[in-house]
């Protein structure tokens, strides 16, 4: 069974930044092996509007951002949570994956410290784009 890989650092994208071509190629590469799934906070259309401007919309089987109902550990149930990832930039959302289950990688390159993430129960954290495609692998 494919592992089933949750993303959420797209309130750190803000309108005109672009995502680094080296993580739409991570994306592109884990699509082919696992189900990726967007569960945010960030409004649905924004975050539609971020993945089809950078070509990776196909690559999702859901987009799920806050105004679709229900907390994050709630969504990442409804869909899964058998060899599941929770890969985010914020503490909060690394707690939700606790909440569901669900493993937890932080990135820090987005909102929250990595002291913060790791507190927040964080499984491990990525540096960089090449730290997280290492962990993904394992």
Known sequence: MKSILYFDFFGTIYDGTRIPP???????????????????????SYIRAIVEREGIANH????MGGDTGGSKSDKMI???????????????DIREAKKAGVRAIGVTWGSDAAEDLLVAGADALASDVKDLA????K
């Open 22 to 44: 080296s993580m739409i190629d991570v994306i592109r590469e884990l699509s082919k092996s696992s189900t990726l799934v967007i569960v945010s906070s960030a409004g649905t």
């Open 60 to 63: 999702f089987l859901h987009i």
């Open 78 to 92: 409804a869909v899964g949570v058998t060899d599941a990832v929770m890969i985010t930039d914020t503490a909060g």
């Open 134 to 137: 290492g962990l993904l692998a």
